[in-house]
């Protein structure tokens, strides 16, 4: 109580107080205005400036994440055959698509992407979860990959059951000798059946020497492993002591079905993912190991003969674009493809360590 | 609360005097323009951050690009003591590993442009005769990529980062195995101010 009085009384004295005149106070207000006015225009003129390196950000980031990815998946290729399977001389790693350049692909007013503008690329896995068997036919020493069915006979403590079941319609195989100086694939008809003590894989016959270049109708490989008759480890026999494996490739692609967004795609069992989007450029080069001296790296698949046990290492271009139609800066145009966008490029090498490599 | 009252009473409050506000005011606006500049700076943090991460991946690249060869390479082969290379200086050695006598740079330089429609990487080396030589990786719009090698460097252009990078191979490294070597890759940004550097290691 007595406290209140006091804060009463106190108030009441200040009798005499001198707050601004109006004129003070505008003046005041006026010089903050200006100044303030002036330190607002400076932050505005950086908040585009953020966008920009927020979309810069991001695309680095979209870019350093998919190299990433295929660092993972390549440095693998190859793997997943099984102890026992021990072949000295392991025929492929990687399969690269080779686009032809192709000026059609790029439109220059509308920016777009077509197709033909990217590679491809296939990681040749096994499936680790498919136990690796041996070709032979029913009363013979060898099966001949240019007929529709081969019969294959499980190894280990594997039966015929278990194998036959691993084994389904459109799974693509890979058949190669034991000491990996040929093979040839081919993509399965119907699933795996037991019949006469072996597990009977129908399938779509080769050509000869294994080549699956579509000539015959049926024999496509989509994996680009056997497609073309220059590759020299191709053969289309194989005998008992050889080997059949299931694969399960992991393929990099640019899905370009949205020329406006072209997107980098990573397809593994059958399931596509987005790795990035906004890619306009992914070309996969390659680093031919002829036994003496490593060569430039070679965009064109056919100048090495399709042989991919040359590979010793592959090098991936990409290139990223920030999306056009978030674009801050009207009169902004790049100086690669004078779109109104931020460009960026990565590239990266990286070795297949499964491959057969002298070390 | 006498004496409280007592210091109270004889002050008079009279408010602000206008120098008093514009003095508030000018340092109020020397804040907001210290704002505006920590802005600026963020701009020159983010391109650094940029540089860096393209260093990480040109020392990662020269890493896979050493993997690649088998290790009788005499790019790769320790000879002399327990290392080859240096990352304080460009090294130049001739090296003889087997029957294989090579001059191998212990360093290179790597120049990076978008101009001109396409995008260009060019990096330096030795040939097997040990010229200089400058492979040149260019991506254009429609597909094309091309890796050219060539006697003379790229002409420069004002968009051109250029990196330096240094490596060291060590072998007998402590608390490693005695049969592996360890390779270090340093990179450097030789233009432009934000460059910094970036260091990496693996061992084979």
């Known amino acids: ?359 | 609360m006498e004496t409280s009252k007592l210091r109270h009473k004889p002050k008079e409050n009279r408010g602000f005097a206008l120098i008093e506000t514009m003095i508030a005011i000018v340092i109020l606006a020397v804040g907001l323009l210290g704002a505006a500049a920590l802005l600026a700076q963020l701009t020159s943090t983010s391109s650094t951050s940029r540089y860096m991460s393209t260093e990480a991946l040109l020392a990662s690249e020269k890493l896979d690009d050493l993997n690649r060869l088998p290790s009788v390479d005499p790019a790769i082969a320790v000879t002399t003591g327990n290392s080859a290379g240096s990352l304080n200086a460009d090294l130049t050695a001739t090296v003889t590993a087997g029957a294989v006598s090579e001059t191998v740079d212990y360093f290179d330089t790597v120049q990076i442009s978008s101009g001109n429609g396409s995008i260009m990487e060019t990096v330096s080396g030795k040939d097997a005769l040990g010229n200089d030589i400058f492979t040149t990786t260019t991506h254009a719009p429609d597909g094309t990529v091309t890796s050219v090698p060539s006697n003379t460097p790229p002409a420069a252009t004002p968009d051109m980062l250029s990196f330096k990078r240094r490596w060291i191979i060590e072998q007998n490294v402590p608390g490693l195995p005695a049969e592996s070597r360890r390779v270090t890759v340093l990179v450097l940004l030789q233009n432009g101010t934000h460059g910094g550097q970036f260091q990496t290691s693996m061992v084979r």
Not at chain 1, 102 to 121: K, L, N, Q, V
Not at chain 1, 260 to 285: C, Y
Request: glycine share 8%; with cysteine.
């Open chain 1, 1 to 359: 109580m007595r406290t209140q009085a006091i804060n009463y009384k106190r108030k009441t004295s200040r009798s005499k107080q001198h707050g601004f005149s109006l004129v003070e106070l505008m003046v005041a207000v006026a010089i903050f205005l200006i100044i303030g006015g002036a330190a607002i225009g400076v932050v505005k003129q950086h908040a585009p400036l953020f966008t920009t390196q927020q979309q810069q950000t991001g695309l680095d980031i979209a870019l350093r994440n998919a190299a990433a990815q295929m660092q993972i998946d390549v440095v693998n290729a190859g793997t997943g055959y099984y102890q026992g399977v021990n072949i000295p001389s392991w025929p492929i790693g990687v399969t690269i698509i080779n686009n032809p350049p192709a000026t059609s692909c790029f439109d220059a007013t509308t920016h777009t992407y077509g197709p033909t503008c990217f590679d491809a690329m296939n990681v040749i896995a096994i499936d680790s979860n498919t136990p690796p068997s041996n070709p032979q036919d029913i009363g013979a020493n060898c099966v001949s990959t240019t007929s529709s069915s081969l019969f294959i006979t499980p190894i280990g403590s594997t039966t015929l059951t278990q194998l036959a079941s691993d084994f389904h319609d459109g799974d693509e195989v890979l058949l190669v000798k034991s000491d990996g100086s040929q093979m040839t694939t081919t993509v399965l008809t119907s699933d795996g059946q037991i019949s006469g003590g072996k597990v009977k894989l129908a399938h779509n016959p080769t050509g000869v020497n294994g080549v699956n270049d579509g000539s015959t109708g049926s024999n496509t490989d989509p994996l680009g492993i056997s497609s073309t008759s220059d590759n020299n480890k191709l053969g289309d026999q194989f005998c008992k002591t050889d080997w059949v494996l299931k694969l399960a490739p992991i393929r990099y692609w640019v899905d370009a079905s949205d020329p406006s967004d072209p997107k980098l795609m990573r397809t593994q069992n059958g399931q596509d993912n987005v790795i990035a989007e906004q890619i306009i450029g992914f070309k996969v080069g390659a680093s031919i190991w002829n036994g003496t001296t490593a060569d430039p790296y070679s965009f064109d698949a056919s100048s090495y003969s399709h042989d991919w046990s040359l590979v010793r290492a592959i090098r991936v271009s990409l290139i990223g674009r920030t999306n056009p139609s978030g674009n801050v800066d009207e009169k902004f145009r790049n100086t690669f493809d004078q779109g109104p966008y931020k460009i960026q490029a990565l590239s990266v090498v990286i070795n297949p360590r499964n491959l057969s490599m002298n070390d």
